[in-house]
């Protein structure tokens, strides 16, 4: 089980081989994104974000690496996706924006969440909406669509018919036998496509830590139920703003207990009008309402369903837990977080969590009753794909290396050859050939930030510095020198931001920093680049030293 971390740069492809690049999703969960490569021509299977961590300050959104597409854009026949979430459709404008007649691929509530988020951007797509069931040859490329169940409508897996070989890559999926719109994981294609030989099983990696079986969704109905007979309050539920079988429960909730719903995040009122325009979300008559007119409603009447879920420092329920939003959260009030927590999100969500109860809220989750089931396949229903389809190859995707890896364990447990369980993480190249999978190098990868309005221009470099500025402070030394002589003709002046001391914990220095300046001018250092350096040394030294810091050190010769 080696995740190949020296591996060489790939051959040159040769025709009738096919090439898949993850360029997102692998080693982490989210900006899920593959690339499929046959005769000089590209498939695209998803194109999500990733959402920053803390160690990412300043930081919007987290793409997959776009750069090994810039000079290749005109070989890509076109994008697939597998349903609608933001990791898994979120990079879809910055990709179009690189080149906008890239077909897309998608079911149709998938089509109708990716359009509206285009708009935003001032991009018209191409789309083609399928179904399940449907197929589409394009170019090379041989697409049956397959139904699976989620946690949005509508999510689609694709198998993918090539001369190399096929693929079924599932995208996100579990196994829900009494799902809420009745539209279950289609596992009679699994077992038809079984028969016919899977080449590669791209799976879902990201509850293979789980025993047995996921939840399903329609065990938290009498939660919700109870919850809400109990409250005498407010209600604010938080969830994704995409999670339409959550939002159809709490409605089904409210309509029961005789509250209205009131829709409070930009996302979460675009999504959910688009379902129920589309017809995935039964919304009664009369039960919804203007968060404006919510307001003047009597507590016990209302229910605000918000994003924010994850602990995103603007999202709704971030604001109201810092008492900074428009819905006002007090002692009374029932706040119910509908969501499991995405790795690295937890210090986030515990922050809001604490913010509500210190308002005097009662707060509900995941971890004190049964308010969200995940989306995900767990171990169990893994097994029972393995053994339906009995695939050649096994490539894990969507998950933290512990996830690929229990994954791979469960491939090697029933059958599968633990030479054809393809590990591999971001940028790592997979060849297969009449059926055989094998990995031949990788390609260098990188992050891409969208900064404000930047876009994959800030770097690694910038980040440490970003880091050190909010841990460690900075330190601004300004002179003015003589170049004729290598005379200080002005200062040292020394200011410091974000370090406890006063300026005048360095007026010791002053002496000691004038003379190494004057004694390197001397010595025939009269570039400023030189003597700023002779500066952040002796400096650095300093504060290293007397105040135990490592703060940013900047710097600055005005040559006279």
Request: hydrophobic fraction near 45%; proline fraction near 5%.
């Amino acid at each position: 089980m080696n995740f190949h971390p020296e591996l060489p740069t790939p051959p040159a492809l040769a025709d009738g081989t096919l090439r898949m690049i993850a360029l997102g999703g692998l080693g982490e969960v989210g900006r899920n994104m593959h690339v499929i490569e046959l005769n000089g021509r590209l498939l695209i299977i998803d194109c999500g974000v990733l959402f920053p961590e803390e160690n990412q300050p300043g930081v919007d959104l987290v793409l997959p690496d776009l750069s090994y597409l810039e000079d290749r854009l005109d070989d890509i026949e076109a994008i697939v996706l597998t349903h609608g979430h933001e990791d898994h459709i979120g990079a879809v404008p910055y990709l179009l924006r690189m080149r906008q007649d890239i077909p897309i691929l998608g079911s149709q509530l998938t089509l109708a969440f990716l359009e509206a988020k285009l708009a935003e951007h001032r991009i018209k797509p191409i789309t083609l909406a399928v179904k399940e069931g449907q197929r589409e040859k394009i170019k090379a490329f041989d697409l049956e669509f397959v139904a699976v169940n989620h946690s949005i409508p509508d999510a689609l897996a694709v198998f993918i018919r090539t001369a190399a070989g096929t693929i079924l890559n599932t995208g996100d999926f579990k196994m829900d036998q009494l799902p809420l719109d009745g539209r279950i994981t289609d596992l009679r294609s699994f077992a038809r496509f079984g028969e016919e030989g899977v080449d590669l099983f791209q799976v879902d990696s990201t509850n293979a830590e789980v025993p047995g079986f996921t939840t399903s969704e329609i065990e938290i109905a009498p939660t919700l139920d109870r919850l809400f007979a109990n409250a005498t309050g407010r209600i604010v539920v938080a969830s994704f703003a995409s999670h339409v079988h959550r939002v159809q429960q709490v409605i089904d909730a409210a309509h029961t207990h005789k509250r209205r719903v009131a829709f409070v995040g930009r996302s979460m009122v675009r999504n959910m009008g688009i379902a129920a325009d589309l017809g995935f979300l039964r919304v009664p008559d009369g039960i919804l309402v203007d968060p404006k007119k919510a307001d003047n409603l009597p507590p016990e009447q209302v229910v605000f369903m918000s994003t924010g879920s994850q602990g995103e420092p603007m999202a709704a329920l971030s604001r109201m837990a810092n008492g900074d939003h428009k819905v006002e959260v007090g002692k009374g009030d029932l706040v119910i977080l509908a969501s499991s927590l995405i790795p690295g999100n937890e210090n986030a969500v515990f922050r809001v969590i604490n913010g509500l109860l210190r308002l005097g809220a009662t707060v509900v989750h995941q971890s004190n009753a049964r308010v969200h089931v995940s989306g995900h396949a767990s171990a169990g229903e893994l097994l029972y794909c393995y053994n339906i389809l009995r695939p050649k190859n096994v490539m894990p995707i969507h998950g933290e290396v512990r996830h690929l890896l229990a994954n791979g364990a469960l491939a090697i447990k029933t059958g599968v050859a633990a030479e054809r369980v393809m590990f591999a993480e971001n940028g790592v190249v997979i060849d297969m050939k009449n059926g055989i999978a094998n990995v031949v190098g990788a390609i260098e990868f990188h992050n891409m930030y969208v900064d404000g309005s930047s876009v994959g221009e800030v770097t690694e470099a910038e980040l440490k510095d970003r880091r050190i500025l909010a841990d460690e402070g900075f330190v601004s030394v300004f002179v003015v020198m003589d170049s004729s002589n290598g005379r200080v003709l002005s200062g040292p002046e020394i200011h410091a931001k974000g370090i406890a001391e006063d300026d005048s914990v360095f007026d010791a220095l002053m002496p000691e920093l004038k003379k190494a300046l004057e004694e390197a001018a001397k010595s025939g250092s009269t570039d400023n680049h030189q003597l700023q350096q002779v500066m952040r040394r002796v400096v650095g030294r300093f504060v290293g030293t007397k105040l135990r810091r490592r703060p940013m050190i900047i710097p600055i010769v005005i040559d006279a």
